[in-house]
């Protein structure tokens, strides 16, 4: 049997997401012959589901202090170069409506379809060819080019871009390739993890699962980080935007404190007991919190009686639990559960510039396949945006 001769491109991009789709069609109308690869069926598939259906597209405070690396300052360039602003312009000539919901978050009006369909319509304006469908059997690098096998077909180019993400959802089709590709040139991998993902209780707390399905609005930290948000109990632990953003900081072992009064100045406790004096602690709490958590934490606390009747140490050392509640997590619910992944390909191999690999000409990472990973809130999209472009300015 003879083989084709393989498909002839500027640059192969080897997963259709968020990054590889935006890189593609910035590159192809750079006048880039360029071939998106993806072993789904249809691109695009976790844009779909984002945002709970309305893709959180963008974050209008994205600033290189919202996202985690080995290196803090490698996303700096990229994010500069290519601003929420930008990507707001495209979202806005391609006439899909969106709003503002909090926190600088900014999701579209409709379907997160529109978004895909901006982006297969922009690649096709860059004449992109897209193989979809069929998994990727073989990489190769020779004589400057790599040599890339996709079912029966064959493709070759001089730049082979890595886009396919990182292993969050596999039953989305997330894989770790990005990583063994990486490693396959040479190239160090930072310990992937789970991350904005909900936190798991044993122990102790695991009697705070009965609350599941109660939320209140908290300041949940772990390590330096903080965030004022809303917190849930699940009946596996702790979910909710507080929890999912102070995850991608926790370290197993660690605590997550957790102010339940985050409203309340020191001292609040005192100033209910002169007010309130003939009132219980139970009805204090529930006061500034739903009732069934109310009374679990006053259950815990166990200072039995009239506030009136405790001494202000006492209530000093309640005010100092209940704005730092410990919770030691003994784990995630993982990868099936985490929104993104941290770690990645390392970011030191990588030019800040132009995500190309130093060591590797021609190999380039974007994405979440690298060691950049944001808070929640439409920071790993401006990510995804920001590296594909940066990558498809050079290729
Ligand atoms: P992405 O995962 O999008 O794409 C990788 C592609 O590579 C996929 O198409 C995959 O099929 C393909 N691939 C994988 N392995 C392959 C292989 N071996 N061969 C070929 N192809 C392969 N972020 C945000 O900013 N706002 C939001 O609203 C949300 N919401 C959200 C909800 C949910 C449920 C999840 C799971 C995630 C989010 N995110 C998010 C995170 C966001 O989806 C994520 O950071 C980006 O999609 C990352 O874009 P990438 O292109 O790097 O990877």
Not at 10 to 28: K, P, Q, R, T, V
Not at 170 to 191: H, N, Q
Not at 327 to 355: C, D, H, R, W
Request: with cysteine.
């Amino acid at each position: 049997m003879t083989l084709r001769p393989p498909f002839q491109y500027d640059a192969i991009i080897l997963g259709a997401g968020a990054a590889g789709l935006f890189c593609a069609a910035i590159a192809g109308q750079r006048g880039r012959r360029v071939l998106l690869v993806d072993h789904a069926d249809r691109p695009g598939k976790k844009i779909l589901i984002s945002g709970g259906g309305r893709c959180n597209f963008t974050n209008v405070h994205t600033a290189p202090d919202r996202f985690l690396s080995s290196n803090p300052h490698f996303a700096k360039s990229a994010l500069a170069r290519y601003t929420p602003r930008d990507f707001i312009d495209l979202v806005d000539i391609h006439g899909i409506s969106w709003h503002e919901k909090t926190l600088g978050q900014l999701f579209c009006d409709g379907s997160a379809r529109a978004i895909v369909e901006m982006l297969l319509g922009e690649c096709e304006r860059g004449g992109v060819d897209l193989w979809l469908a069929n998994p990727v059997t073989a990489v190769d690098h020779a004589d400057a080019r790599y040599r890339v096998t996709v079912g029966d077909r064959e493709a070759s180019a001089p730049a082979l871009v890595i886009s396919t993400g990182g292993p969050s959802i596999p039953r989305m089709g997330a894989t770790g390739f990005a990583y063994d590709l990486a490693r396959r040139f040479g190239l160090k991998v930072v310990e992937p993890r789970p991350a904005l993902v909900p936190l798991t209780l044993g122990g102790d707390d695991v009697l705070f699962r009965d609350l599941s399905g109660v939320a209140a609005p908290v300041i949940a930290r772990a390590g330096k980080a903080a965030f004022r948000e809303a917190a849930l109990f699940t009946h596996r632990g702790l979910s909710g935007p507080a929890i999912l953003q102070v995850s991608s900081y926790w370290r197993h072992g660690e605590p997550v404190g957790i102010d339940f009064i985050p409203d309340r100045t020191k001292g609040w406790l005192r100033e209910a007991k002169r007010a309130q004096p003939r009132t219980s602690l139970r009805r204090v709490l529930g006061n500034h919190l739903p009732d069934r958590l109310a009374e679990t934490l006053a259950e815990r606390i166990a200072l039995a009686g009239d506030i009136g009747n405790l001494p202000d140490r006492q209530l000093a050392a309640a005010e100092a639990r209940l704005s730092d509640w410990r919770f030691t997590p003994n784990g995630t619910e993982g990868y099936a559960k985490a929104e993104v992944t941290a770690g990645g390909i390392g970011t030191a191999a990588l030019s800040s510039q132009t995500m190309q690999a130093k060591t590797v000409p021609g190999l380039y990472a974007v994405g979440e396949a690298v060691d950049v990973t944001g808070w929640l809130g439409g920071y790993n999209f401006q990510w995804a945006w920001a590296s594909g472009w940066a990558a498809a300015q050079d290729l």
